[in-house]
C-alpha cells in the first residue's frame, strides 16, 4: 500500500491527522470523530446497562459493566480516602475511553483510512491516543481537578501555603514554588505524554510491519498485535490508576 | 504534532462524558451492586438460620422420641407388674376357695356322723330295750324302770 514518496511517504500519509483549519484553530477532524464516536459506544452501552441493572441475576452486559465498575470501585476505594461522587465515574470514564481509543490501534493500519479514501478523505488517522491533543485534553482536564480539589479542600490560603512552604519551609519561599509549581505542572504532562508515547509509538511498529513484504508481516505482526492487548490496557489502566493518586494527593489534608 | 483546538473540543467531549457517567451510569449501577450484595447476605443468613432451625428441631424430635420410648417402656413394666399380680391374687384366691371348700366338706362329714350316731344310738336304745322287754316280759314296768332304761341308752352312745 506504499503510495507516492516511497516508505516514508507511506509514514507520513499515515500519521497525518484529517483536519481543517489553519494555526490554533485547526481541527483533527478524525480525532474528534473517532473519540466522540467511541465515547458514545461506551456511554451507550453502560448508558443501556444502567437502565436495566437489577439486583437480580445480571445478564452477559451487565456482567461486562458491573466487572468494569467494580474494577474501578476497588481501584479508587483503595487509592482515594476521601468521599467524592465525581471521582469513581470520572475514574470509569478514563479507564473505558482511553481503552477504547487504544483498541482502534487493534484494527489493521490500512482499514480504515482505505474507506477513508474510498470516500474522498484524503487522511485519517484513527488512533486518538496518537494525537497529542487527545491525550492533553484528558491530561489537563485531570490537572483542572487537581487544582480544584487542592483548593476546595484545603482552602486558598492552604493550597497557598502548601505551594510555598513545602517542602523546605517559609524561608525557601522561591524555591519551593518553583519546585511545586514544576511537580504540579509535571503531572499532566508526564500523564498525557505516556499515553501518547506508547500509543504512537505502537502505531508507528504497525505501519512499519505494513511496509514489509507479505509473508513477513503476520510473523511480526501477531507477536506484536497479542503485546499491544497488553499494552493498552495497561496504559489506559495507568492513566485511570495515577488519575486517581494525583486527585486523593489534591485531597489530602497536611 | 501541534496543539491546537481539537484540544479544546477533546476536553469539552470529555467532560460531557464524565458528567454524563457521573449522572446516570455509575449510581444505578452501584446501587444494583449494593442491592444484590444485601440479597445475598440476607440470603446466606436466611440459610444460616434455617440449618438452625434444622438443627433444633432434630434435638427436640430426638428427645420427644426418646421420651415416648421411656413412656412405652414405662406401661410395658407396669402392665407386667399388673398381670403378675393378677395373677397372684388369682392363686390365692384359689388357694382359699379350695381351703374353705375342704372346711365344709369336712363339717358336713362331721355332722353325718354325728347324725348317724345319734340315730344309731337311737336304734340300739330301742332295740336293746325291746330285747329287754321280750326277755322280760311282763316282770318291767315301763313307767317304773324309765330311769335304767334310760342310763343304759345313755351308756350305749
Known sequence: MASEGGATGYIVHH???????????KLHLDTLFFSVFLGGLFIL????????????VPGLAQNIAEMLVEFVDTQVKDSFHGRSALIAPLALTIFCWVFLWNAM????????????SLMGMEYMRVVPSTDLNGTFALSISVFFLIFFYSIKVKGLAGFAHEMT?????????PFNLLLKTVEELAKPISLGLRLFGNLYAGELVFILIALLPPIVQPLLGFPWAVFHILVITLQAFIFMVLTIVYLSLACEDH | MSINATLI????????????????????????LEERKTKIAEGLA???????????????????????????????????????????????????????LLEAAKAQIEQEMLHAK????????????????????EEIDKAKHQDIISKAAEQLG
Open chain 2, 9 to 32: 473540543g477533546q476536553m469539552i467531549t470529555f467532560t460531557l462524558l464524565v458528567w454524563f457517567t457521573m449522572k446516570y451510569v455509575w449510581p444505578p449501577i452501584i446501587a444494583a
Open chain 2, 46 to 100: 436466611a440459610a444460616e438460620k434455617g440449618q438452625e432451625e434444622i438443627r433444633l428441631a432434630e434435638k427436640k424430635a430426638k428427645s420427644v422420641l426418646k421420651e415416648a420410648k421411656e413412656q412405652s417402656a414405662e406401661i410395658v413394666s407396669a402392665a407386667q407388674k399388673r398381670a403378675n399380680q393378677l395373677v397372684e391374687e388369682a392363686k390365692e384366691q384359689a388357694k382359699k376357695e379350695g381351703e374353705r
Open chain 1, 15 to 25: 500519521l497525518t491527522p484529517l483536519s481543517v483549519g489553519e494555526g490554533f484553530w
Open chain 2, 118 to 137: 345319734e340315730s344309731l344310738r337311737k336304734e340300739v336304745s330301742s332295740l336293746a330295750l325291746r330285747a329287754a322287754e321280750q326277755i322280760l316280759k
Open chain 1, 105 to 116: 490501534d487493534m484494527l489493521p493500519v490500512d482499514l480504515l483510512p482505505m474507506i477513508g
Open chain 1, 165 to 173: 512552604c513545602t517542602p523546605f519551609g517559609p524561608k525557601m519561599m
Open chain 1, 45 to 56: 452501552f453502560f448508558k443501556s446497562v444502567a437502565e436495566r441493572a437489577t439486583s437480580g
